[in-house]
């Protein structure tokens, strides 16, 4: 236990796994710490071309359901399209963290089962604290999802998530067609639910703000029998999402936040899987750096990386969320009167548009009076 390691990771989820994949295939001695990898985690399961560049090429083999057609129902109006290239992909997320796990052990990543408590700097190092014992390393990866403990050294305080997300699988139920997406708006407050059919199994889920949280497991039971038909569900599970606020701090010293961590989630669509492995593949290629280089700063650049490609957009959307969420009936029945905006929007969801880009597309179908009081800003 008194090895120095190069870097230890805390949570082998998909930001952890990235971030340790990609440091030991470069020959770094890498330690993965995870209170229980493998357990079920709340998810809809839906990847968006965005996270392709940063995965092994083995992920195409997983089992993907493309999406080639999507819903949008808000009340009694309801508005779809087909796509002519995928949205996304539905995938078993359960599989698909175990893939990115595999590959990890492959490259050579060690690993223990062990509950981080905390972690801390002293002399140089970092001192990772688990009821088994304390490992030091030279770095540390804090990808410990929304509570990590890493988190609460770089920020001296606790983060609380802001949104509740709840997801649940049955066996597909007559009248879903595997790849036909729907969102449902409008069930609650500030947020959607969904029905995400791939192959036999579907995907139930709603995501609201915690402050309206109380309501949420009953509007999630209504969805769930809505859809099920008498089927029985196989699993239930429920999740903070610690979305964006532009105020987290990214590193401290040694330590740096990747994935749920540090909020690097979507305020609009909850997507937080590319974000979770980009950030980990960027944050592991700073450690390589600052290993060879031995400098002073080593996460500026990924610091940056995330203030340029990230968060831009994540502002935006945090305004989009606000205008989306507060006027669903007419944010939809607008597309559906607009269908160049709904294809913009589906185009959005894929990762191939931006919030930016949208926003402007919005101003131009609403009025002027409008359009000021929806959006402060200019996009
Ligand atoms: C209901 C719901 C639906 C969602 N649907 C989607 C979706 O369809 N598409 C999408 O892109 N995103 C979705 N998300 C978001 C997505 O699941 C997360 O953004 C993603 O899992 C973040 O990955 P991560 O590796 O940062 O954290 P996690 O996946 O949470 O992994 C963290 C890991 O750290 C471990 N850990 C935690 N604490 C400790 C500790 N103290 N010590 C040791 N190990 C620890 C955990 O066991 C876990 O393995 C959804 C979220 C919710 C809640």
Redesign the pocket.
């Known amino acids: 236990m008194d090895d120095l390691w190069d870097a230890i990771v805390?949570?082998?989820?998909?930001?952890?796994?990235s971030a340790a994949a990609v440091m030991a295939g470069e020959g770094l001695r890498v330690l993965a710490?995870?209170?229980?990898?493998g357990?079920r985690?709340?998810?809809?399961?839906?990847?968006?071309e965005k996270v392709a560049g940063y995965l092994p090429p083995g992920w195409r083999n997983l089992a993907l359901c493309p999406v080639y057609e999507a819903e949008i129902e808000a009340g009694e109006v309801i508005v779809g399209a087909e796509v002519q290239r995928p949205l996304g992909f539905l995938v078993d997320?359960g599989r698909f963290?175990d893939f990115l796990r595999a590959e990890a052990l492959e490259k050579g990543v060690e690993t223990v089962t062990?509950?981080?408590?905390s972690v801390a700097e002293e002399r140089g190092s970092v001192r990772v604290v688990?009821p088994r014992g304390d490992y030091r390393a030279r770095y540390v990866v804090g990808?410990?999802?929304?509570?990590?403990?890493g988190a609460r050294y770089v920020s001296g305080f606790r983060h609380r998530a802001k949104v509740v997300?709840?997801?649940g699988e049955l066996p597909l139920p007559d009248g879903f067609r595997p790849g036909r997406i729907r969102l449902i708006m409008g069930l609650t407050g500030y947020g959607y639910g969904w029905f995400?059919p791939r192959d036999d199994v579907l995907n139930v889920?709603i995501?609201e703000h915690r402050l309206n949280a109380r309501g949420v497991e009953a509007v999630f039971r209504g969805l769930l029998e809505r859809a099920a038909q008498g089927r029985a569900v196989t699993w239930v599970?429920?999740?903070?999402?610690p979305c964006y606020d532009g105020r987290r701090r990214l590193s401290r010293g040694r330590v740096v936040l990747?994935?749920?961590?540090v909020g690097?989630?979507d305020p609009l669509s909850?997507?937080?899987?590319?974000?979770?492995v980009s950030s980990?593949f960027m944050a592991g290629r700073a450690i390589i750096e600052a290993l060879g280089a031995r400098t002073g700063s080593p996460f500026s650049g990924y610091r940056l990386w995330v203030q340029e490609n990230v968060y831009p957009e994540f502002r935006w959307a945090s305004i989009l969320a606000r205008v989306i969420f507060r006027v669903p009936r007419g944010f939809t029945a607008l597309m559906k009167k607009r269908p160049e905006l709904l294809a913009y929007y589906l185009e959005l969801l894929g990762g191939r548009k931006t919030y930016r880009g949208f926003a402007a597309e919005v101003l131009k179908n609403v009025g002027g009076v409008a359009a000021r009081r929806l959006f402060p800003v200019a996009p």
């Open positions: 805390v949570g082998l989820g998909p930001a952890g796994a710490l995870d209170r229980g990898p357990t985690k709340a998810c809809g399961g839906c990847l968006t997320r963290d062990a509950r981080v408590g688990t990808a410990g999802g929304a509570n990590c403990p997300g709840i997801a995400f889920g995501s599970r429920s999740r903070l999402i990747v994935g749920d961590a690097l989630v909850g997507e937080g899987v590319a974000y979770a980990g």
